[in-house]
């Protein structure tokens, strides 16, 4: 029996309602690939910057935001599959600054107002988001901890600024010095999880996370754009970064391409929650290798079983409470990415997994149909619920399964 491909009529459609977002003005350009077994279908629309007429490029190097975040769970796992970590092992040895954790009494406590963690924090903990440190999803200055994460440059309060983090060892310090928002295990909190992972790697391996990341996982899938920061000699592959502003209906720059772009020089930081570039083929390398369980051609990234736990729900309904804005009620995390696990659109899949990210892109697996969907735009999010061209997408690529 030959394996289902892609419907050409479908993915016609696709070039259209895709063509419309920039047509509106909505974007300038993107790149976007559906692949269903060995038929790959890829859309490169529109020109990198929105003020010159400079073609979009297959090779152009996005700023991926938090779909970074399934790439730095991988890593941390290949250090559980050398028995160099275990899943419930304290990241205490590791991560000192993490021990001894105080806890607010609740989000609205100030920041003396603690009582202490009942126990350490594991390396599933961080896996799962489940750390009890996360993003605050309320308007600035709602509760007194959002002004410390602000003032420390922790991230998740707003659109990553690579360049202006600060050292790795001063943001882990920095953390340190604040209470807990949760106990550890509690529930889920987006976000932080991600960056205290990439330490973890660092720590644990004893390299630069982004060595450890260009060594194991990129290098082995042929990720050759992928990394921290854009070099010079590929400036010239870089879109211009917008935010849309609503009350003049017009795009305002971000990050600009070049020198002066945020991902220009490299990081003082490397963020395992959001911090990578990357291109449309080589993510596609990243999410096939995820598809086939942990294989890429000859290169076994990881084992059947890693992949199969990592992208199974690990919440239980209490730890995703207070979540809805992120999860709804179709969606859950495992190991450093969504699951969805009830279906109430075309595309949600139970088991399908990914995660989007706040600079416009989106990345999903579903093992049930042997499909995977990458979409790179430049245009950040300007909410957590994913935004029309996301769901656009989607909907077009579940419409042209055959």
Not at 6 to 14: A, E, I, P
Not at 84 to 95: A, G, M, V, Y
């Amino acid at each position: 029996m030959t394996q289902k491909g892609l419907v050409k009529s479908g993915l016609d459609r696709m070039h259209q309602v895709l063509s419309g977002h920039i047509e509106r003005g909505q974007m300038p350009g993107m790149v976007a690939l559906v692949s269903r077994h060995d038929d790959v279908h890829v859309e490169v629309l529109g020109n990198l910057h929105a003020d010159r007429n400079e073609r979009m490029p297959r090779d152009a190097i996005f700023r991926i935001a938090s779909i970074t975040k399934p790439v730095a769970a991988v890593a941390v796992m290949i250090l559980i599959e050398e028995c160099k970590l275990r899943l419930d092992d304290s990241i205490e040895p590791w991560i000192p600054e993490l021990a001894n954790r105080r806890v607010l009494k609740s989000i609205a406590s100030q920041l003396d107002d603690t009582v202490p963690a009942r126990r350490a924090i594991t390396v599933r903990d961080v896996l799962s988001y489940r750390m009890g440190f996360g993003s605050v999803m309320a308007m600035p200055d709602t509760y007194p901890i959002q002004k410390h994460i602000r003032e420390y440059r922790l991230g998740g309060d707003g659109p990553p600024h690579p360049a202006k983090a600060p050292t790795t060892n001063e943001w882990i310090q920095r953390l340190g010095s604040l209470p807990l928002m949760a106990q550890p295990g509690e529930k889920w909190l987006y976000n932080t999880s991600g960056d205290v992972l990439g330490i973890l790697v660092e720590r644990v391996s004893g390299k630069p996370f982004g060595t450890f990341l260009r060594e194991r996982i990129f290098e082995p899938l042929g990720m050759k754009d992928t990394a921290f920061n854009v070099p010079a000699s590929e400036f010239h592959r870089m879109p211009t970064s917008y935010t849309f502003n609503h009350a003049t209906n017009k795009l305002d720059v971000y990050d600009p391409a070049g020198p002066e772009s945020s991902w220009a020089p490299p990081p003082p930081f490397e963020s395992g929650a959001g911090g990578l570039v990357s291109t449309i083929d080589d993510f596609f390398a990243f999410t096939r290798m995820m598809l086939n369980k942990g294989r890429f051609g000859r290169e076994q990234v990881l084992s059947r079983a890693s992949v199969e736990l990592m992208t199974s729900d690990q919440l239980t309904p209490p730890q995703r409470e207070g979540a809805e804005l992120f999860f709804g009620s179709h969606s859950s995390w495992g190991l450093g990415m969504g699951v969805n696990i009830h279906r109430e659109e075309i595309y949600q899949t139970p088991g399908r997994f990914g995660w989007d990210g706040g600079t416009g892109t989106s990345a999903w697996v579903d093992p049930a149909e042997g499909l995977i969907g990458i979409l790179l735009t430049q245009r950040l999010m300007d909410s957590p619920e994913p935004p029309r061209v996301f769901t656009d997408f989607w909907t077009q690529a579940y419409s042209a399964l055959e």
